[in-house]
């Protein structure tokens, strides 16, 4: 499985951003594909997925209602538009997958498979 992503950057609190990761090589229908974070001196934080065979979505608390995932089924691209950020939210972003588990337990921090990550920064 291949996970590209892309559309990081620098932007003041109250910006946004949408990053975006192009998947490829699947050998299953059934996975869960998505986002975590990883900020300097921090453990892996999940912080949204959604799930290849129903679209279900879960978000970290600290994201809901800011962020949103989403994704192009025919282009096999997943998005992740990120609204109202705060400094709290710089982070490296990496996307991933899991068809362990179809994404299931997001929050657990274990993932099948990730891309190189992309640098959000939010910072006045």
């Known amino acids: 499985v291949q996970l590209q992503a892309s559309g990081g950057g620098s932007v003041q609190p109250g910006g946004s951003l949408k990053l975006s990761c192009v998947a490829s090589g699947f050998t299953s229908d059934y996975y869960g594909i998505g986002w975590y974070r990883q900020a300097p001196g921090k453990g892996r934080e999940g912080v949204a997925c959604?799930?290849?065979?129903?679209?279900?979505?879960w978000y970290a608390d600290a994201v809901k209602g800011r962020f949103t995932i989403s994704r192009d089924i025919a282009k096999n691209i997943v998005y992740l538009q990120m609204n109202s950020l705060k400094p709290d939210d710089t982070a490296v972003y990496y996307c991933?997958?899991?068809?362990?588990?179809?994404?299931?337990?997001?929050?657990?921090?274990?993932?099948?498979?990730w891309g190189q990550g992309t640098q959000v920064t939010v910072s006045s």
């Open positions: 959604i799930n290849s065979l129903d679209s279900s979505t």
């Open positions: 991933a997958a899991d068809w362990t588990y179809g994404g299931k337990n997001w929050s657990g921090g274990v993932y099948d498979g």
